[in-house]
């Protein structure tokens, strides 16, 4: 007998786009490949970024970030999921620290699409997560805060063109 697949009010999604002005694959190439840089980018959010097991932008790896949200210091460990060059895109999913309290599973994804025609292009970010219980919120803030480091990353890429 076929069971209904019902999703539990404790998975969530959360999506953003932000416009950038950076050309996409260099945007890209800081996420995956140099995201050491970001630190430099966006101090005040990225303490650091490294990587402790593989390579920069290879599946399997994993990579640690020392970050501030609500104005205080977290940790996150992720192994990278995917990723697609082509695609501009990285897939990552934690599997340790500060966010695992709150949540059973978070995955984010980071997908940059060149704007047609021009120069920029849009930053998505994609979480897809599942919190421990009722009592814990939505990762909004979360969200605010890539949306701000973002922002940052372009910058400092403008800066350099």
Not at 31 to 46: G, M, T, Y
Not at 70 to 83: L, S
Not at 128 to 135: A, S, T
Request: hydrophobic share 40%.
């Amino acid at each position: 007998m076929a069971q209904a697949m019902l999703k539990s009010s404790l998975q969530g999604e959360a999506e953003v786009d932000v416009e950038i002005k950076a050309p996409a694959t260099k945007f890209f190439h800081m996420l995956a490949v140099r995201p050491q840089d970001i630190s430099k980018a966006s101090p005040e959010i990225v303490q650091e970024c490294s990587v402790q097991g593989g390579e920069m932008a290879r599946v399997g790896s994993l990579m640690t970030w020392n970050y501030v949200l609500d104005g205080k210091p977290n940790v996150v460990k992720q192994r990278i999921e995917a990723v697609d060059s082509k695609k501009n895109m990285i897939k990552l999913k934690v599997i340790e620290g500060d966010i695992t309290k709150e949540f059973k599973s978070f995955v984010v994804t980071m997908q940059v699409t060149p704007k047609q025609g021009g120069p920029g292009g849009v930053a998505k970010l994609n979480l897809k997560y599942e919190r421990i219980d009722e009592n814990v919120t939505h990762p909004e803030t979360l969200v605010q805060t890539t949306v701000k480091m973002f922002k940052d990353m372009d910058e400092m890429l403008m800066l350099k063109e």
